[in-house]
C-alpha cells in the first residue's frame, strides 16, 4: 500500500523556520517526482513546489520562493521541506504528494503567529 | 498564470440526483487537467486525471469531460459520500494552479 506519512508541522513565530518531512512506503520513491501543497484554514488548494527523482529540477511559486526549500533523500525515501522566514500568511495544512497525484500525505499544520 | 475558474460555487442537490460540476481556464490547458474530492479533516482524493480518465478505484458515476478551457465533472446519480468540496487542477504550466472549489451541499 502507498503510503505518504507526514511530520514537522507547529507553531512558530513570524520569522522563524520548521522542516516538514514525507515518508514513503510502498512504492519506489526514487522513481517519482513529488510536490508539496499547502491549505489555509477555510480556502482552497495551493501549489508550492515540486522536484523531480534526481533533485536536478525544482521548482517553487512565487509565493515561496527565496524562503522554502524542498529536498529529499532518496535512500532514506523521505521527502522534506525547509520553510524559513516564515509569514502569517504561511499558515496552512501543508500536504505532499506523489507524482500522478493519487497518493497524498495525512497533512500537517503549520500556524504562523506571535 | 492560468487561473481556474470554478461554477457554482455552491451546488445543493438531492441524493440520486446528476451533479455537473464547471472548471473554466483563463487559457487553454489542452486535456491537462485534473479534478478531486476533499472531505473536512482529509487529504484531497484524486478522481479524473487528464480531463477524463478516471482514477484507480473510483466509481463509474464520476466522469470528466473538456479540453481546451472549458471543463465539467458530471456525478451521474449522487451517494450520500460525494457531498463534498471539488476542486479542478491544471498540470499544462507552472505553477500548478487549482481552481477555488465547489462545494456540493446535500439539499
Known amino acids: 500500500e502507498v503510503q505518504l506519512v507526514q511530520s514537522g508541522g507547529g507553531s512558530v513565530q513570524p520569522g522563524g523556520s520548521l522542516r516538514l518531512s514525507c515518508a514513503a512506503s510502498g512504492f519506489t520513491f526514487s522513481g517519482y517526482s513529488m510536490n508539496w501543497v499547502r491549505q489555509a484554514p477555510g480556502k482552497g488548494l495551493e501549489w508550492i513546489s515540486y522536484i523531480n527523482t534526481i533533485s536536478t529540477t525544482i521548482y517553487y511559486a512565487d509565493s515561496v520562493k527565496g524562503r522554502f526549500t524542498i529536498s529529499r533523500d532518496n535512500a532514506r525515501n523521505s521527502l522534506y521541506l525547509q520553510m524559513n522566514s516564515l509569514r502569517a500568511e504561511d499558515t496552512a495544512v501543508y500536504y505532499c504528494?506523489?507524482?500522478?497525484?493519487?497518493?497524498w500525505g495525512q497533512g500537517t499544520l503549520v500556524t504562523v503567529s506571535s | 498564470e492560468t487561473v481556474l475558474t470554478q461554477s457554482p460555487a455552491t451546488l445543493s442537490l438531492s441524493p440520486g440526483e446528476r451533479a455537473t460540476l464547471s472548471c473554466r481556464a483563463s487559457q487553454s490547458v489542452t486535456t491537462s487537467l485534473a479534478w478531486y474530492q476533499q472531505k473536512p479533516g482529509q487529504a484531497p482524493r484524486l478522481l479524473i486525471s487528464d480531463a477524463s480518465n478516471r482514477a484507480t478505484g473510483i466509481p463509474a458515476r464520476f466522469s470528466g469531460s473538456g479540453s481546451g478551457t472549458d471543463f465539467s465533472l458530471t456525478i451521474s446519480s449522487l451517494e450520500p459520500e460525494d457531498f463534498a468540496v471539488y476542486y479542478c487542477?491544471?498540470?499544462?504550466?507552472?505553477?500548478?494552479?487549482f481552481g477555488q472549489g465547489t462545494r456540493l451541499d446535500i439539499k
Open positions: 487542477q491544471q498540470r499544462n504550466e507552472l505553477p500548478l494552479t
Open positions: 504528494s506523489k507524482d500522478g497525484w493519487e497518493a
